[in-house]
């Protein structure tokens, strides 16, 4: 009797343990189909292109191949030329030249990288535009200025002759975005930028579809209008999107308010009823902490696990809660780290207030001078490729619910292999249990990324009938690839 006690007494210990830890499991609904993932190729080639050529070959080797980022997108920044913008490096050369000709070898950075994009196949290549070139604009510079019915044409023409140029020449454009947070047109010109009113834009959209489909680049899909905060989105697009949805692709967004998760899902409902059009979010960077509010814009240089848990988490937002289709970082590289690596061994690895969190892989800002050119990775690079390289083109999204206290995560299918990627705040370890979908399950891989480890695989627990026991290292980003027999199917629900 005393024996048997005993037994029931283990086994209720052992019950309760495992209901302490949390099961996470996987929604078999469908949602979005996820299009790519990406970053921008603005500004930093001005330096890079006086780097030598192997340091320029390793900095294509970490964005585009497989042993990098592998990223999905790459956002050509298509040039304003720069006149008037007090910022000598905050630009990109216009083809444009005053007298209505075109030079292609005006922006020698710009297209350095752009063709090597090409050369490693990366799937999508984006065309963004902050502003006509001054052969167009009303003030004859690349900054300041608003645009009228006068000059959307001409701007319209201008954009299907530099598309159509480069898809001749062997670039795989696949969009183009004609207008950049266009209710900003940088009076101050500290970088390239015009002013397209609300009542202007769809008139842009119209005569730009119509301009590519005279150019035989009608194939090339149209996004917009790449809107700087989601609230001023939510007030606009009623004003302009029904003019406009029949010329667009997708919509195009960016998130420098630093939404609540409230206000993202917000977006999204306006989005949905003002055109139903799929959300593609281009553009981000220069939080100062996690949080929300466009107070958090600032100056920082923070390469560490934290920057990377922001970051991760802003993608996670839009994914799950706006059902985007894509997510682009800004830029790429940066030259913006506010210290000296040089000077300071410890520069690259330390927070600053002097510099900004707008690159995923940073240069030494004084380079021409000293000879310095080392590349130097933060947290957020490796963040990233988490996505980049784990969630590829066509995968399926699927919500995952009863994640763990201070846990978000993105659950995707793409050719028979599920990933789910998990995203821990936490300062602590986190144990749980994952219920597999399906029958047959088994854990493939499982790969983290820690304040000590960049980039490190897991050993690979066992699967216990249909579940698999996790631990979420404290502020990790941690992704779990398995294969199933059955279960969810990978296609996008039309409900």
Known sequence: MI???????????????????????????????????????????????????????????????????WLSNYRYNVGGGGVGVTAPKAVAQSFLRPDGTYDWSSDKAGVTFLKMAQDYNVPYITFFV????????????????????????????????????????????????????????????????????????????????????????????IIGDETSW?????????????????SLTALAIHNYDFPTDGLVSSYAWVARTASGLPIRFTETCCSTSGGAGPWLFGAQYDPTIVGALITSRYVWQFLTLANAESFDWWTA???EMGCSPTADATCATKINSNGWNDGLIYFDPDHAKNGNTQLYLTKRYWALRHFSYFIRPGSTRFNINNTPSGVVAISTLNAGTWNVLFIN???????????????????TGITQTTAQDDWAAVTIPPVVFGSVQLTLPGQSIFSVQFTTVGGPTQRRSDD
Request: hydrophobic share 40%; with cysteine; glycine share 8%.
């Open 333 to 335: 590289l940066s030259g």
């Open 130 to 221: 902050n502003s006509a070139p001054p052969p167009i604009s009303l003030n004859k510079a690349s900054c300041g200025w608003d645009m009228t019915s006068g000059q959307v044409q001409p701007f319209a023409n201008y954009l299907a002759t530099v598309v159509s140029h480069w898809k001749n020449e062997g670039i795989n454009v696949t969009y183009i975005s004609p207008m950049n947070e266009p209710i900003n047109n940088r009076k101050s010109c500290g970088q390239e930028g015009m002013g397209v009113s609300v009542f202007l834009r769809g008139s842009v959209f119209a005569a730009v579809k119509a301009a590519l489909r005279n150019a035989s680049a009608s194939d090339v899909g």
């Open 425 to 443: 705040q936490n300062t602590k370890s986190i144990p749980f249990t994952l219920k597999l979908p399906g029958t047959s399950a088994a854990v």
């Open 230 to 246: 989601g609230i001023e989105a939510d007030a606009e697009y009623p004003l302009w999107l029904s003019r406009a949805k029949d």
């Open 3 to 69: 024996m048997g006690l005993n037994f029931l007494r283990c086994a209720l210990l052992v019950s309760s343990a495992l209901l302490a830890v949390a099961e996470t499991s996987i929604d078999s609904k469908p949602q979005q189909t996820i299009i790519s993932f990406g970053a921008s190729g603005a500004w930093w080639p001005n330096d890079l292109i006086d780097f030598p050529t192997d340091v320029q070959k390793r900095v294509g080797e970490m964005l585009f191949s497989k042993s990098g980022l």
